[in-house]
């Protein structure tokens, strides 16, 4: 007997345009011969629910994808896991067997992640740069660089690769103390089995004596050149000067001028003879490579050499050693012979020091006459002064060989003084390695 068919869902587009899912039971009528009269249908809205049963399919889908994902990760995970213990593993062998060795090395040897996180230093890494060993792996220790050569440093480290993972690069390290350090590292890349980048292994040392002998023979040679060819054309001019005037004494033998020009001659001899020996004290500038001196021994030494019995030098100084040209004594004497010279009425010359923010002062004061402000620039030029003038540009040339600076800053009419500024990094106590500027 005919009755309600199986229910159907569909969906349904009502006159405004919205779908919605409609549940169906239909039941066919017919008539005592058997043929279909109608249907007859029962129905419902179900919308909200076939909703929700589509909202927790598609979440049944995305939660089984999404623990297909999580299943591969863990398994990539356990992986690089297992990967990382054997690296771990080789690396503490290998720091176990070399570590003996490594510790005795002045070098400094250090290894870090890319992100700069210590996992090995020696001892020497840690005194140079004042950290603690106990605390100091496994934090990052970062180095104050100067922007140029920080940029060198990131290439320099980028372009190690598996097929070439070794490089020498030289830089520049800001301590923390202010100076700047002159290094020289070998680093090395390690990598993984992907070629990544593991940790870097560095081994370095301060050059920074050597780059400043280089730098200072370099301007040397430099300042020898220039002074060589003014000397040369200086003499030539003089001596252009001198045989003139014998010329003219030779062929006016009876003028009354003669013995004037006979006195000029001599003057300009004179002249020459003072050139010439100037140029052979200059020669020696840069021959050999700057020391460092202590500043109260020099001065003290050029004093009983030359028995300057004015002068008073600060014991202080006897803390205080520069890295100069070995000419230093040769800037004292001219100073000290400078104000016997030129300072009228001394009977004090004192030498002292400071430090100054920008470094350490040396003072030369004497209680003479001073020098007028308007002579303060001039006497430091090579023409300058009551003969040559060469005393103080030497002394300004020797000084600069190694970035350091001379001016005179008394006052006129209570004597001279002269101060001499060596930078940072230029100067140390007594039997240290490295500057000390605190």
């Known amino acids: 007997m005919p009755g309600f068919s199986a229910p159907t869902t569909h969906r349904v587009i009502l006159p405004d345009g919205s779908v919605r899912w409609h549940l169906w039971s239909d039941r066919a009528i017919f008539d005592e011969s058997g043929a279909l009269v109608e249907y007859q249908s029962v129905g419902r809205d179900i919308t909200d629910r076939k909703t929700a049963e589509l909202d927790i399919t598609r979440k049944n889908d995305e939660i089984s994808a999404a623990y297909q994902q999580l299943k591969k990760t863990e398994d990539l995970l356990r992986q690089n896991y297992e990967d990382l213990v054997r690296s771990e593993q080789a690396l503490r062998v290998s720091n176990e067997r070399y570590r003996n060795v490594v510790e005795d090395q002045t070098e400094f040897i250090c290894r870090f992640t890319p992100e700069g996180r210590l996992s090995f230093v020696n001892d020497a890494y840690c005194r140079h740069f004042g950290l603690d060993k106990a605390t100091c792996i496994g934090t990052q220790h970062t180095v104050d660089i100067p922007p140029d050569d920080l940029l060198r440093m990131k290439e320099h480290l980028a372009a190690l690769s598996p097929g070439n993972p070794t490089a020498i690069i030289e830089h520049r390290i800001i301590m923390p103390s202010g100076d700047i350090r002159w290094h020289r590292w070998s680093d090395r890349a390690i990598f993984d089995k992907n070629g990544a980048v ?46 003139g005037y014998l010329e003219l004494s030779e062929s006016r033998g009876t003028d009354p001028q003669h013995n004037d020009w006979i006195k000029k001659a001599e003057h300009t001899g004179e002249v020459i003879r003072d050139q010439i020996l100037f140029t052979r004290q200059y020669k020696d500038i840069g021959m050999h490579p700057p020391v460092w001196q202590n500043v109260y021994v020099c001065a003290t030494g050029v004093c009983q050499a030359g028995g300057y019995s004015k002068v008073t030098i600060d014991p202080r100084l006897k803390d205080v050693e520069i890295i100069v040209d070995p000419l230093l004594k040769t800037v004292f004497q001219t100073l000290f012979e400078n104000a016997g010279m030129h300072g009228g009425a001394v009977t004090r010359i004192e030498v002292s020091g400071q430090i100054t923010p920008g470094g350490f002062d040396i003072s030369i004061e004497d209680n003479g006459t001073g020098i007028r402000p308007e002579d303060k620039e001039k006497i430091f030029r090579k023409e300058i002064g009551s003969h040559t003038g060469l005393g103080l540009f030497l002394a300004q040339e020797i000084l600069a060989i190694t970035e350091m600076s001379i001016k005179e800053t008394g006052e006129f009419g209570k004597g001279a003084r002269f101060i001499i500024h060596i930078p940072k990094g230029m100067f140390r106590k007594p039997g240290t390695k490295t500057p000390d500027n605190s």
């Open 198 to 243: 593991v940790e870097y292994q560095s081994v370095g040392r301060d050059v920074t004596d050597r780059v400043l002998t280089v730098k200072a023979l370099h301007e040397s040679n430099k300042k020898l050149n220039m002074l060589f060819n003014i000397t040369r054309h200086d003499i030539i001019s003089q001596l252009t000067v001198l045989l």
